[in-house]
């Protein structure tokens, strides 16, 4: 950057797989380092770095690391962490931030979202002529420390295609610390729920994405924390690309750290819920794993299981929790519209215990089942449902049903009444007779019908 505002970084291995306006991946990590997490005052990891790793070069070009390029081909960034956690991705720099004002470079052209520590902004940076995002960090609610870590992980994660590309550029203004990314064009996950949720082939390929980037992030000993649907993005209105942001409470495995702030509770694991205030605790990816379940859950339904894991102050998870714990096989009403091979993969997420909790990519074992069932349809949840046709509910199977002529909705009856051996064949020559006996008992003026009804008995 220099006196100008940006930094760029050069890598020659990757520059034939540069995108339009991208750039080269800079390879230089420096030695130690310190994190700290914007939301938890402990702090947890120490790492310091001396080199200034983020050296400008002189074309005005925003720098992301490719996408195309597989993890494994990343060498020295990605090498996986050493078994005693030292990988190379812990290591914060110190990033010299060069100070400016936005319209230096950039036309805001409006405010997305303003979060609890920063503002999202859509801009335009002209010398590139390329739409970015900027996340303007509040000075005054983080530290320097806080936002090169966000910063940091957020652009070493880039290369995962399913989390969201940072640029490798950042600045400060009088007010924030700022970092540049990609824009998702559709919002984030919340802003595209309505209130039923989504449909079961959305939900699975949402699932599928997201434990992936989470997965990564796992291997490499982060743990992301703060997993909702604010904080996945969606890049296409079929949710096939969707991508994982906020990455400024992410912390590495097996830290002490504090609760993190300003989420829902009911995205708080049991066992984070039970700490007391300023008490701190171990992170673990298992955490994640519980957002996991809890997020799917919200996605294929419109709202969470519960309000929080409490099972004396709330009725519906200490329902859950007996089923989870085999003390009921009573399925809890607000889950009795899912299959019984999803409720095991619920049961995996939501395990009350944190060590019995599955890893975050077990739910890619359940893709090929069904996950949404008409188990509900005398259940008082049923109204719940989705009037979506396209959702799998009970009601859009009636309203399907309705379609169908009354002929073949005697055939199936009949179908499905002989597979449980319940053979209903009436001979139908027999009832017409017997109609005929008992009409011509009850009024002798019917004569000319039960003439008509005699000539359809011979002519069948
Ligand atoms: N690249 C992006 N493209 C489009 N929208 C974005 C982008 N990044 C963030 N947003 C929007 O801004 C919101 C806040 O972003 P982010 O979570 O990064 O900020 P934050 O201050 O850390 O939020 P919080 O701490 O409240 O979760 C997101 O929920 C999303 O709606």
Known sequence: MGGGAEQFYVNDELQRQKRSFSFRLRRSIGDGGSTNSRNSNNNSSTCTNNNSLLSPVTSARLEVPSLSVSVSRRSSIYKKPDKDDSGIIHIVPDIELPLMTFSDQYDIEKTLAEGCFARILLAHHRPTNTTVVLKAVHAELATLKDFQKEFHLNYQLSHHRNILSAYNVAFQTKDYYVFAMEHAPFGDLAANLGQHGLHESACKTISEQLSSALGFMHSKNLVHRDLKLENVLVFTPDFSRIKLCDFGTTTKKSLLVHKVKHTWTSCVPPEVLEIVKNERFTCMPASDSWQFGILLYNILTGSPPWHMADWVKDAQYASFMKYEERKTTKIPDNFRRFSPRLMR???????????????????????????????????????????????????????????????????????????????????QTVVRRRVIEWLSTCDTNFDSDLESLAALEVAN
């Open 345 to 427: 993969c619920f049961r995996k997420y939501l395990t009350h215990d944190p060590e019995d909790r599955c890893k975050v990519t077990e739910v890619t074992k359940y893709m090929k089942d069904r996950w949404v069932e008409c188990r509900i349809a005398t259940s008082k949840s049923a109204m719940l449902i989705s009037p979506n046709p396209d959702q799998d509910s009970c009601i859009y199977l009636n309203k399907r049903e309705g379609r169908l002529s009354a002929d073949e909705n005697k055939l199936k009856l009949k179908r499905m009444m002989s597979t449980y051996g319940l053979d209903n064949s009436i001979d």
